[in-house]
């Protein structure tokens, strides 16, 4: 009590000079350092509202990426001292002293629609709030040649989830894994168009099968946070799943398309410019996969907890490699302008987006199901 009657004074001080603390629900977490501070700032500019400026806290021993940090301070007055925060957490426990007063509806939003939906696909066609200096160019140049990719050689980062990560919450998010071998053709799909394949991800990873075009980034010595970050930022686009790296790529401008996303709320995801596909359920006492009316008019639709799923008796079932391929190659053509959907395929997403309510996970979200996909497992949408 005495500490928090200490801290009121210099939270109304704060106030008076116009500054309030922005507290992330993670920075040991890429996908929310990079996604949460990328919502708060667009959808200042969408509503032209700002209350004073943010000073976000990032302790420099529990932040996923402290090279982004200082892409972000380019918008934010940046606290990495791990005291000083802790200090600022206690001040930021009063309403008033804080940026957002509720940081989960962005995107923890468990059993709720994820805010970052609604401001992503808002902000449409807009620039990138973030772009790479002239000088950090210049030093990845450098730096891809010593992973071998050749000069002005174009790339697609891609990752897929691993237990290795984070072992310690492992037990309920295991349903978000995926095998790395199922990305594999579609690297090579990839580099029979000209794009090299560029493995993110942490040492923990099992290595890759060699392939030519691939380069096994996450196990290589010259992995950093500044390399994650500009691989990211310079990629064509990014091959992911439910794993929040490719929001790096998000917050440079460029685009995803995530396979293997769990759950199945999760599949529209972001703007106009990402496309998903879904893991599968598999319902074991009937042998069956459920349809996807099933999914969403049940609370699956947004099961958040492996224990969810072994309890319901439902499987979520990777996507097979010829799925993960043929969304790849979906996505290139859609960066090169030369991707083609006809009248069936209009119907088939009108038909799946229709199925989200508000409270879905990705309900408002601007994003596409993959093209192939959704032909082929058509008949879960009768």
């Known amino acids: 009590m005495a500490r928090r009657a200490c801290a009121l004074p210099v939270a109304l001080l704060l106030k008076a000079a116009g500054y309030r603390i922005l507290q992330l629900t993670r920075t040991d977490r890429i996908g929310h350092l990079a996604g949460e501070i990328d919502c708060v700032l667009k959808e200042d500019r969408l509503k032209q509202a700002r209350a004073g400026r943010a000073i976000l806290l990032a302790p420099r021993d529990r932040v996923a990426n402290r090279h982004l940090v200082k892409y ?20 930021g426990e009063f309403g008033f002293a804080r940026y957002r007063a509720d940081m989960h509806q962005y995107f923890t939003a468990i059993g709720e629609t994820a805010k970052y939906n609604e401001i992503f696909s808002a902000w449409g066609e ?32 891609f990752h897929s989830r691993q237990p290795g990560y ?56 010259q992995r950093s946070d500044w390399m994650d970050v500009f691989l990211c930022a310079r990629c064509e686009f990014f091959l992911g799943n439910s794993s929040g790296l490719y929001l790096i790529s998000t917050a440079f401008g460029r685009p995803s398309a995530l396979a293997n996303l769990a759950p199945m709320s999760t599949t529209l995801g972001g703007g106009p410019r990402e496309i998903g596909i879904p893991k599968l359920l598999w319902h074991e006492e009937e042998a069956r996969h459920l349809s996807f009316a099933e999914v969403f008019s049940s609370p699956v639709a947004n099961y958040r907890f492996a224990e969810q799923y072994a309890a319901a008796g439902i499987v979520a079932q990777e996507n097979d490699a010829e799925d993960v391929r043929a969304l790849a190659l979906e996505m290139l053509d859609r960066t090169r302008g030369v991707a083609r959907y006809d009248s069936a395929d209009d119907d088939r997403q009108a038909r799946f987006r229709a199925l989200f309510k508000p409270g879905h996970y990705g309900y408002g979200s601007a994003a596409r199901v993959g093209r192939d996909f959704l032909r082929k497992y058509s008949h879960l949408l009768d």
Not at 126 to 143: F, G, Q, W, Y
Request: charged share 20%.
């Open 126 to 157: 807009r620039a990138p709030l973030l772009e790479l200096t002239a000088e950090d160019i210049e030093r990845l140049e450098a730096a891809l040649q010593q992973l071998g990719l050749p000069k002005g050689a174009p790339f697609v980062c």
């Open 166 to 221: 984070s072992p310690a919450d492992e037990h309920w998010h295991s349903y978000r894994n995926a095998s790395v071998e199922n990305y594999l053709p579609a690297m090579v799909a990839l580099y029979g168009q000209g794009l090299y394949g560029m493995r993110m991800g942490d040492p923990t990873m099992p290595a890759m099968p060699a392939a030519e075009g691939l380069i096994d980034y996450a196990r290589s010595p």
């Open 72 to 91: 972000w301070s380019k918008y934010l007055a940046v606290v990495e001292s791990p005291r000083l925060c802790r200090m600022l957490e206690k001040i």
